[in-house]
């Protein structure tokens, strides 16, 4: 029943401003789902698990991290059949984030630019919300990012602030070092910058077990604008350094496929149709080159069951939504999961 309700609902939300309508159906998914309505609605699908680095997804789909900054929507977006959610980017300290307005609708290309600025209620807040979930069975992924306030050469001590405070609570942990909406984090992405994040968080990690007697997975979200050469070299470090899984791609810069529209000019990342074969292409570079060894979870475009199963063809072995599931609704999920 929610799956013929949802292109009704998307009408009406989009007569709002993005990011309002954005508050409005978080708001309208936690009260629904706190009176058992969305439970009653929702579509269910086949289980299909899919297990990697020692976790076991209850099924392929995902939902990206940026949907539920605040992880206040946790057990609400798990009833419409994420197999797992992340949550985040969650920073060290509070932040509001670029000024509004920062989140633009292109509907003609099916796709979102949005220069967000990772605004959040910070790690611990986010933290306590995620601990309220009391009914989402599946895998939790926490982002964490760097603040904006905080310059590149310390960068490191923001993710590991961030990386121990989530450890204890998370699944899944993802440093997001690409988002293009914080100045300078891109750069993160340098061979050397990467190594260095990587060897600190692996550390961190290495700490962590030991006294936890808990082995908590990592990965680490990439950008799609990376030619072969960024993406061979980067692979070796991430390989090298034993990162658990890469998740590809965020959102990007180019704006070729959407030139004309009057958002294009709009600063910020493009996310949805647009980039759906490049970060194809990109997760392709990416399998080739890091092989086996480090499993990749694909995100970028995906609208379609055709695009999720062109993602895993190219070596993704899951696969996240989000512009697609704004455009799409919780159809898209289970098209998805059948399928896989």
Same mark, same amino acid.
């Given at each position: 029943m929610?799956?013929?309700?949802?292109?009704?609902?998307?009408?009406?939300?989009?007569?709002l401003?993005?990011?309002?309508?954005?508050?409005?159906?978080?708001?309208?998914?936690?009260?629904?789902?706190?009176?058992?309505?969305?439970?009653?609605?929702?579509?269910?699908?086949? #289980?299909?698990?899919?297990?990697?680095?020692?976790?076991?997804?209850?099924?392929? *789909?995902?939902?990206?991290a940026?949907?539920?900054?605040?992880?206040?929507?946790?057990?609400?977006?798990?009833?419409?059949?994420?197999?797992?959610?992340? *949550?985040?980017?969650?920073?060290?300290?509070?932040?509001?984030?670029n000024?509004?307005?920062?989140?633009f609708?292109?509907?003609?290309?099916?796709?979102?630019?949005?220069?967000?600025?990772?605004?959040?209620?910070?790690?611990?807040?986010?933290l306590?919300?995620?601990?309220?979930?009391?009914?989402?069975?599946?895998?939790?992924?926490?982002?964490?990012?760097?603040?904006?306030i905080?310059?590149?050469?310390?960068?490191?001590?923001d993710?590991?602030?961030?990386?121990?405070?989530?450890?204890?609570?998370?699944?899944?942990?993802?440093?997001?070092?690409?988002?293009?909406?914080?100045?300078?984090?891109?750069?993160?992405?340098?061979?050397?910058?990467?190594?260095?994040?990587?060897?600190?968080?692996?550390?961190?990690?290495?700490?962590?077990?030991?006294?936890s007697?808990?082995? *908590?997975?990592?990965?680490?979200?990439?950008?799609?604008?990376?030619?072969?050469a960024q993406?061979a070299?980067?692979s070796?470090?991430?390989?090298?350094?034993?990162?658990?899984?890469?998740?590809?791609?965020?959102?990007?810069?180019?704006?070729?496929?959407?030139?004309?529209?009057?958002?294009?000019?709009?600063?910020?990342?493009?996310?949805? #149709?647009?980039?759906?074969?490049?970060?194809?292409? *990109?997760?392709?570079?990416?399998?080739?080159?890091?092989?086996?060894?480090?499993?990749?979870?694909?995100?970028?475009?995906?609208?379609?069951?055709?695009?999720?199963?062109?993602?895993?063809?190219?070596?993704?072995?899951?696969?996240?939504?989000?512009?697609?599931?704004?455009?799409?609704?919780?159809?898209?999920?289970?098209?998805?999961?059948?399928?896989?």
């Amino acid at each position: 029943m929610l799956n013929s309700l949802y292109p009704a609902a998307r009408n009406l939300l989009f007569r709002l401003d993005a990011e309002r309508a954005h508050h409005v159906s978080m708001a309208g998914l936690r009260v629904s789902e706190k009176l058992g309505i969305l439970q009653s609605i929702s579509e269910t699908s086949p #289980a299909k698990p899919v297990t990697i680095c020692g976790l076991t997804f209850p099924n392929p *789909v995902g939902l990206a991290a940026g949907l539920d900054k605040e992880a206040n929507t946790v057990d609400a977006l798990g009833a419409l059949g994420f197999g797992h959610i992340e *949550v985040g980017t969650l920073t060290p300290k509070p932040q509001d984030g670029n000024e509004a307005p920062r989140l633009f609708r292109l509907p003609e290309h099916q796709a979102l630019i949005n220069r967000m600025g990772f605004n959040n209620p910070g790690i611990d807040a986010g933290l306590a919300n995620a601990r309220s979930s009391t009914s989402f069975s599946g895998i939790l992924g926490i982002n964490i990012g760097k603040n904006k306030i905080t310059p590149n050469e310390e960068a490191n001590e923001d993710y590991a602030i961030a990386f121990e405070k989530a450890y204890p609570w998370a699944d899944y942990i993802t440093a997001n070092f690409s988002s293009p909406n914080t100045p300078g984090l891109r750069d993160l992405q340098s061979e050397d910058s990467a190594a260095r994040l990587l060897e600190v968080l692996k550390n961190l990690q290495s700490k962590l077990q030991q006294e936890s007697g808990r082995y *908590v997975p990592f990965a680490l979200k990439v950008a799609p604008d990376l030619d072969t050469a960024q993406i061979a070299r980067l692979s070796r470090v991430l390989r090298d350094g034993g990162l658990d899984f890469l998740i590809a791609t965020n959102t990007t810069l180019e704006r070729s496929a959407v030139a004309g529209h009057q958002n294009a000019k709009e600063a910020g990342g493009l996310s949805g #149709a647009p980039l759906t074969k490049h970060s194809t292409e *990109v997760i392709a570079q990416f399998h080739t080159d890091l092989g086996q060894k480090v499993p990749i979870i694909g995100a970028g475009g995906i609208f379609t069951a055709e695009d999720a199963l062109a993602k895993k063809a190219a070596g993704a072995s899951l696969v996240q939504l989000y512009t697609g599931f704004v455009y799409r609704g919780p159809a898209l999920i289970h098209e998805i999961i059948r399928a896989w």
